[in-house]
Antibody
Framework: EVQLVESGGGLVQPGGSLRLSCAVSGFTFRSHWMHWVRQAPGEGLMWVSR????????DYADSVKGRFTISRDNDKNMLYLQMNSLRAEDTAVYYCARDYSWNQADYWGQGTLVIVSS | QSALTQPRSVSGSPGQSVTISCTGTSSDIGRYNYISWYQQHPGKAPTLIIS???RRPSGVPDRFSGSKSGNTASLTISGLQAEDEADYHCCSCAGTHPFVLFGGGTRLTVL
């Protein structure tokens, strides 16, 4: 059974940092691109970042570029999102998702909530 | 403001059909057939219900169908059931940054 489990969310002050983790199982992690997608309260989905199978190629939404860093450890079956210089508008549920084909995500985690507030 | 445009809400009665549109541009929906739709119930994670414009993953009822015409993709749900009440999000591959575009989501209400 494919499983993605996020962790690391919580309450952080503006300007602070958090590292999200996504533990995956049930599939060959190193064979799939991966994504982070977020959803602000009451809003739609917003793509945040993606990473290729060996971590050499990454892309980011303009709103997080330069502040967030996506990475992966294929030996540990782990996906990460390092978030620095957090802003109130980064408040959202963050989902990790497996890329099935051409930026289409077939499995999603349950999400982890990040709240940026003083 | 989302990159792809969806109606904020649609509604229908049980047994009826509804169609949700998703409008993009010639650089995304109009150019690629990598269009997906996700169903999201309140408080839950999204689940894939349509990929590649009109492909249903295993386990998704054939009441759900997808199509595309020009720069607009559509999701049609026929034979509406109470459990179809949810938010629906479209997504398209794009040829340039940011490469992945979502719509703003559509709330489906089953009357």
């Amino acid at each position: 059974e494919v499983q993605l489990v996020e962790s690391g969310g919580g309450l952080v002050q503006p300007g602070g940092s958090l590292r999200l983790s996504c533990a995956v199982s049930g599939f060959t992690f190193r064979s799939h691109w991966m994504h982070w997608v977020r959803q602000a309260p009451g809003e739609g989905l917003m793509w945040v970042s993606r990473i290729d199978i060996d971590g050499r190629s990454t892309d980011y939404a303009d709103s997080v570029k330069g502040r967030f860093t996506i990475s992966r450890d294929n030996d540990k079956n782990m996906l990460y999102l390092q978030m620095n210089s957090l802003r109130a508008e980064d408040t959202a549920v963050y989902y990790c998702a497996r890329d099935y084909s051409w930026n289409q995500a077939d499995y999603w985690g349950q999400g982890t909530l990040v709240i940026v507030s003083s | 403001q989302s990159a792809l445009t969806q109606p904020r809400s649609v509604s229908g009665s049980p047994g009826q059909s509804v169609t949700i549109s998703c409008t993009g541009t010639s650089s995304d929906i109009g150019r690629y057939n990598y269009i997906s739709w996700y169903q999201q119930h309140p408080g839950k994670a999204p689940t894939l219900i349509i990929s590649d414009v009109n492909r249903r993953p295993s386990g998704v009822p054939d009441r759900f169908s997808g199509s595309k015409s020009g720069n607009t993709a559509s999701l049609t749900i026929s034979g509406l059931q109470a459990e179809d009440e949810a938010d629906y999000h479209c997504c398209s591959c794009a040829g340039t940054h940011p490469f992945v575009l979502f719509g703003g989501g559509t709330r489906l209400t089953v009357l």
